[in-house]
């Protein structure tokens, strides 16, 4: 079973920075496509930032020049840069996995991710 272990959530100031990371355990060999979510309180869970397998990066607009999303060589790791925090961005913030597998037409992950982190709470007081 992979385990996503989150870190870097906190409390800072409007106008901050934070950066969050989300670690891979178990299988080595594996690669993962990651990506990270938000919930705001009484609200669904939403996309963010998402790395694809070809490397192709997308953000959502409440996001967009503000949070930077990175991955290491390993495949294994994924960042979250957030900078210019504001108060709306407070909320609980989740890193999802997927492994990448190999097909004839080259390397795939699945459109849904099915291994999430356990979540940390990101304040942003103004």
């Known amino acids: 079973q992979v385990q996503l272990v989150e870190s870097g959530g906190g409390s800072v100031q409007t106008g901050g920075t934070l950066r969050l990371s989300c670690a891979a355990s178990?299988?080595?060999?594996?690669?993962?496509?990651m990506g990270w979510f938000r919930q705001h309180p009484g609200e669904e869970r939403e996309a963010i930032a998402r790395?694809?397998?070809?490397?192709?990066?997308i953000y959502s607009d409440s996001v967009k020049g503000r949070f930077t999303i990175s991955q290491d060589s390993t495949k294994k790791t994924a960042y979250l840069q957030m900078d210019s925090l504001k108060p709306e961005d407070t909320a609980i913030y989740y890193c999802?996995?997927?492994?990448?597998?190999?097909?004839?037409?080259?390397?795939?992950?699945?459109?849904?991710?099915?291994?999430w982190g356990q979540g940390t709470t990101v304040t942003v007081s103004s």
């Open positions: 999802a996995a997927d492994p990448i597998f190999a097909t004839p037409w080259g390397p795939r992950c699945r459109s849904q991710f099915g291994y």
């Open positions: 178990e299988y080595p060999e594996n690669r993962y496509c």
């Open positions: 790395i694809y397998v070809n490397g192709t990066i």
